[in-house]
């Protein structure tokens, strides 16, 4: 079956979206867990493409290829989101790329191998296009996923099996750069890209929100940049919406909203590392 190309994870109700099927009480492996407060691990191993196994594929599919210099059908954005707010016991996840994707077995397999369940499933049509829909917990404890490197193995699997069930989708992906049939257009710039915001979200937590150029590993990255300042992080949502990456995170600082000073550090922070340049350690 086909992989999603937009992936999401989240629960809401829509009285405008058709329900096209359901699947309950999947026996696939998948799991996303973030529990309160601090509940994403301060580990400094970065993900690679090599831990999923992302593979470079050979042949666009027939919806993209060029006429006249033309696409013969537009590529829609792909869209991957992990919600960690709205289910207390799983990870949600929800992945739109049109109306081009199928049940998604194939990406449910691949999740399964990752040592999760698929506890639920389904999917509904609105405007935008079909929306595949999953809740995960981890095999071995029926919880949520946590661990930061798990989320973004989670992500990077879906992204894996889009670039290889939909390679059209590889020009709407940062990943497609490098893993896809052909790269993107045009190069996000990762200075003008960068947005970071903190504000207040009541007494005890801060809303940190973030938007920057997608890459490998950035899910683990952010959650290892606010930790090390001591802050933490409670639950949050992480979507990928073609080249970008934008994320929302319920933050404290020893169980109380952030103070304007610690805001300030830690959005600096954050614009200091996603936009500095990548360097290998190696190189030195």
Same mark, same amino acid.
């Given at each position: 079956m086909a992989s999603a190309a937009n992936c999401a994870v989240y629960f809401s109700s829509n009285i405008n979206c058709l329900t096209v099927f359901e699947i309950k009480n999947h026996s696939l492996p998948a799991t996303f867990v973030?529990?309160?407060?601090?509940?994403?691990?301060?580990?400094?191993?970065?993900?690679?493409?090599?831990?999923?196994?992302?593979?470079?594929?050979?042949?666009?599919?027939?919806?993209?290829v060029e006429n006249d210099g033309?696409?013969?059908?537009?590529?829609?954005?792909?869209?991957?989101?992990?919600?960690?707010?709205?289910?207390?016991?799983? @990870?949600?996840?929800e992945i739109t790329f049109?109306?081009?994707?199928?049940?998604?077995?194939?990406?449910?397999?691949?999740?399964?191998?990752l040592g999760l369940?698929? @506890?639920?499933?389904n999917v509904y049509l609105d405007s935008t296009?079909?929306?595949?829909?999953?809740?995960? @917990?981890?095999?071995?404890?029926?919880?949520?996923?946590?661990d930061p490197e798990l989320l973004e193995a989670i992500r990077l699997t879906i992204i894996n099996n889009l670039l290889q069930y939909h390679p059209e989708s590889s020009s709407q992906l940062a990943m497609g750069a490098t893993f896809g049939v052909e790269p993107p257009k045009e190069k996000v710039d990762v200075d003008i890209a960068t947005h970071v915001r903190v504000r207040d979200d009541?007494?005890?937590?801060?809303?940190l929100f973030v938007e920057t150029a997608d890459r490998p590993g950035l899910l683990v990255d952010?959650?290892?940049?606010?930790?090390? /300042?001591? /802050?933490?992080?409670e639950s949050g949502e992480f979507d990928t919406e073609g080249l970008l990456a934008k994320a929302t995170f319920h933050v404290n600082y020893k169980g109380k909203a952030l103070i304007k000073p610690l805001q300030q550090v830690l959005s600096n922070s954050l614009r200091y590392f996603l936009r500095r340049p990548s360097t290998e350690e190696a190189s030195f």
């Open positions: 973030i529990r309160q407060p601090n509940t994403f691990g301060r580990r400094s191993v970065r993900l690679t493409s090599s831990t999923i196994g992302i593979n470079p594929r050979a042949a666009p599919s027939a919806t993209a033309s696409l013969l059908d537009t590529v829609p954005t792909p869209k991957v989101i992990i919600d960690q707010d709205s289910d207390p016991d799983a @990870t949600v996840v049109g109306d081009r994707l199928g049940a998604l077995l194939d990406t449910m397999n691949a999740l399964k191998s369940n698929v @506890t639920k499933a296009g079909k929306h595949n829909k999953f809740s995960i @917990t981890k095999a071995s404890t029926g919880r949520k996923v946590e009541g007494p005890d937590r801060s809303l952010l959650v290892k940049i606010i930790t090390d /300042i001591n /802050i933490a992080v």
